[in-house]
Every structure is written in structure tokens, then in C-alpha cells.
């Protein structure tokens, strides 16, 4: 079924928590309006569980996010990201950008709308289909003590260059994000995605968990993140499960702790699906 996915889909998509009772102090120096942001890496594997046809897959990737402030409120936060995948011999990536526009008061909620656009290439001529994804929508987050709530819909297309057909994406994801500690952040997630057309659809259902941790007083962080999509088909019988599980290292500035650069900083992403793989139009 694995070999449906590589050949037919593209898999666009658009990962409870306790609320302490003391409020969060944050560093008043760094509260205040200032250029911040984060780059980082990962390394992992994939697992395509289906039906008597599994394989496995190695994935590496990376994302780059930095918020600029206009105002004490008023944010711009700007994406890029990139993620390729390789499973028997075959290779494949997507790379691109978001950009956030949005309102924050630290204390209480930021609230904003999104856009997305992504490219895909890789091995068997699939760069030169010109294949692209773009999606926007609204996403806001609540703060309650050390827990923000974020969630996110969207809608969006799949095109090929030169090409006038084309799929209708839309999906919608809400993630949870704990702080144990100033340093030490748990994140779950969930999202839902339907691309459609040509008289079918294929759908996402994605669950994710994430631990991250910060080494106090620099600004390294390591993370890793274990995420299960489950893919299925209008067109054809079964589903395939793919599993990623991957471990990273980001770099920081502007911020000193987990939590300060989620209350003042780059706080907001995207969902990036465990499999991107273009299919001709």
C-alpha cells in the first residue's frame, strides 16, 4: 500500500495538560518587544505499516523561524522549512515557507491568520513537475499558566505548473503545550486533512508527541518527537499507517528559557506531515 502512497497522493496536511495556579514570571528585559527566533535540525526514521507490504524509510529535515515585533501587540513571524525522506533508494523532499501575521498579549492570548506554500522534488523526475501546495487560515493560542492551547484551520491547493486542475486541501490541528519547568516543554498535537478532487479524497489523521528540553543559561535546546498518520483512500480499500520518530537540536536567540520564547517569541509553526509525496495532475 506504501507504493500507492509514492505513486498516487501527496500527503498535505495542512501533535492533557495541567494549568499551574501561580502566574509566569518572565524576564522583564526580554518581554519586552525584540527580534527573536530559533533554526534547528533533525534526524529520524520512518515505518509504513500496511497490510503484508511495510518498508522503512530514514528522514532529515529543518526549520528556520523568527519573529519580528511592529508594535508592544502586533507580530510578524516568518517560516522556512525543509524535509526530505528516503525509502528504498528513492528520495524525496518538500521545502518551503510560512508567514504569521498576529496579535499577542503574553499574559492572556495571541490571535492571527497564516499563509503556506511548498514545493516538492526528488528522484523519477518528480522536480519537474512543477508541483506546489499553498493554504492560509486563521490559528490562535491561549494562555493559562504554563499550558498554551494553539490551534489552527486552513484551506489550500495542490497545483502542478502549467496545469489548471487541481485538489482542494483543508484540515485544521490543535496542539496542547505543557511547561514542567521554565526549560522543559511536552507537546501533543492532533490535526485532521482532506485533500480532494477528481472525484475522490484522501485523508489524514495525524497524532503527535514531543518532548523538548533547554540547557539552562545557553541557547541550545535538543527535542524528539515520535508522530502517527493514519492515510486513507476514497479510491481504494485499507489505510496505511506511517510512523515517525525522529530526535533534533535547535539554537535560540532572544529568548532564555522554553517559555519565554513561546509567551514573547517565535511561537508560532505549521503542521508538517510525516510523508509529502507529489503525484502528476
Known sequence: MYRLVLSAAIAVTATSAFAADAPVVLDQELAQPHVSGYGEVYLGGLYFATPGDDADGTTAGGAARVNFPIDARWNIQTDAVIDSLWVEGTNIYSY???????????????????????????????GDAGIYTFTVGPEAQAYFGNVTVYGQ????????????????N?????????????????????????????????DTVSAAL????????????????????????????????????????????GSDTLLSEDRNGATMDTFRPNFTVPAPL
Do not use: C, M
Request: aromatic share 18%; hydrophobic share 35%; charged share 20%.
Open 210 to 253: 514531543q518532548a523538548n528540553y533547554r540547557f539552562s543559561g545557553t541557547p541550545w535546546s535538543v527535542f524528539g518527537r515520535y508522530q502517527l498518520d493514519h492515510l486513507s483512500f476514497s479510491e481504494a480499500s485499507g489505510s496505511v499507517n506511517i510512523h515517525k520518530y525522529l530526535i533534533g537540536l535547535r539554537a535560540s536567540f
Open 170 to 202: 483543508w484540515g485544521g490541528r490543535g496542539v496542547v503545550r505543557y511547561f514542567a519547568q521554565d526549560d522543559l516543554r511536552f507537546d501533543g498535537e492532533l490535526g485532521f486533512s482532506r485533500l480532494s478532487g477528481f472525484g475522490g479524497h484522501f
Open 153 to 168: 484551520v486552513y484551506y489550500g491547493q495542490l497545483r502542478a505548473s502549467g496545469e489548471s486542475e487541481h485538489f482542494d
Open 96 to 126: 518551503g515557507g510560512a508567514i504569521h501575521g498576529y496579535w499577542r498579549d503574553s499574559s492572556s492570548y495571541a490571535l492571527g491568520a497564516f499563509a503556506t506554500i511548498n514545493g516538492y522534488g526528488g528522484d523519477e523526475g518528480l
